[in-house]
């Protein structure tokens, strides 16, 4: 080449504007941000796809002017990465970019509709997107290859996808917990057999936390808030990440914490549960104790507010139905005083008037002296049926054993059959979790009844005792005691109180004391004999044949009819009280 030409090729070259590109650099997880950090800041992966895409602008004599690192975003889209949107912002904006690079298709697009709408956003404002590790050339045939490798990334995306799905699926269905440690466990990894385990163990500095929360909320004592306190001021906090340090935990995050059956020693993917292989922290009973608890708090209108009472949440109103709540106010020559106004008022559909706090507490310790009452002599009868009906009934037979061992079989296997079931994407989850947790329900049922034969019972007797010790002086108990007990007796007795112009018209009783109180229902009928109407509204629920069996004059009778049909659940020991009728109305 002769050096006249050779200096027209350097002329013209000079001559050309240079091309201005930008880098978008992204690796999908924060581990491979964190890959030989101490070499590089951005990790060891960001690092190589920059030093290619440096040599990719060298070799097509394009000058780099910026670059955009996306940090361990694995957002199968675009529209779901930050510095991807600013970066499209930007170009749309200052027009000064020519190219923008990247190290390979399927580093920036998990999918061929992001790839292609990217290309056509790109083209309008006159920008080429470039590959570093793939040169498919120009024309129609390289956008061909362009499109089929789009196709084949999204391909691989979605069969890796669902490859992970049976690899956790199949770890969870061995007990493995996925994903990060919940706060008192740590991740670990284990040497077995030469090769790393990835492994669950007990967080030492807050494992011991956990069963702390859990028993002193079930003591009913504490509200969310309060125990969260008390955990602080303990010394509880949240473990420390690569985004936050460690703080104290949430009141929703410990709500969430108090719901989580991960501490009983399951572990749930896509709905179902598995039972782990990690440690326990807490007790099915304790478990059952704290929902019981956090199921009242949401539901029965106890809620904490700074002005408390012991009769707020059992008291209702007798026209509307609503919940009464307490309201604060300023008199106008000082002083405060609060009273008992209905919700429905605020609503526009009630009309009960203001009642205050003074006379609500005078109307519901009058209300005990006469709606709750059990003479003496009815109290030894009960006692004596109860005593005998666990005596009667206090060791289970070898065949009902046997039976429950097979039952056992059975339900284990099918528990089997339904988790490989689950395993596979093809079955509907919500079927199978519901088949599953009926098994297990009724295996613990079967469990609880083979373990506890014998001290079931004397729970149950236990808690009829303790009943008819309530009842035996109630309104002394409840004059006689503070705000504490107070609580405690109203909450044991009511489930609600409805109020009507200051005084209490009626009531709804809580276990078992509606049981108690329909028994001498029933038994008063055997007595006095039926009415048309009483009859016709216990043979709507109960057959003939069994209703004239259990009327008739015995005392687990008369408690065997009054628990038909209310979804009762506890043993039935007990019967004809003779009780005082309990009131539904003054």
Known sequence: MSEASLNTRVRDAAAMPVKRAILYLRVSSKRQMDTDADLDPDGNSIDTQRKVCHEKARQAGMVIIDEYVEPGNSAQTIAKRPVFREMMQRINEQRDVDCVIIYMRSRAFRNYVDAGNTKLALQKLGVKLVSAKEDFGEGIMAEAMEAVTDVFNWLQVRMSGEDIKIKMANKARNGGTIGRAKVGYLNQKKLIDGRKVNTIALDPDRAHYIPMAFELFATGQETVTSLRDKLISAGFRMPATAKKPS????????????????????????????????????????????????????????????????????????????????????????????????????????????????????????????????????????RAGVDEAVSDHHELSDALREQYAKRLDALDRKESYFLDLAADEGWPKDKLRAKITGIRVERKDIEETLAQAEQHLDRGRAVFHDALALLEAPQAAYEHGDEAVRSILNKAFFTRLYVDGGKIVGHELNEPFDVLAQAYHVSTINRTGTTVAERQTYESAVPTAEYDALTRDSVTGSLALSSWGQGWSKPVMVGDTRIEPVTSSV
């Not at 002005?307 to 002083?335: E, F, P, S």
């Open 247 to 382: 703080a104290p935990i949430s009141i929703e995050r410990l709500r969430l914490l108090l719901r989580d059956r991960y501490y009983l020693g399951y572990v749930t993917y896509e709905t179902i549960e598995y039972k782990g292989r990690h440690e326990p922290l807490i007790s099915e009973e304790l478990f059952d104790r704290v929902q019981r608890i956090l199921d009242s708090h949401s539901g029965s209108g106890a809620r904490h507010r700074s002005h408390n009472h012991y009769l707020k949440g059992v008291l209702w109103c007798g026209r509307c139905k609503y919940r009464l709540i307490v309201q604060r106010a300023v008199g106008r020559q000082g002083g405060e005083y609060y009273y008992f106004f209905c919700r429905g008022r605020q609503e526009g559909v009630c009309d009960l008037p203001f009642m205050p706090v003074e006379v609500m507490e005078d109307a519901v310790a009058g209300y005990y002296g006469h709606a709750v009452t059990l003479p003496a002599e009815y109290l030894a009868q009960v």
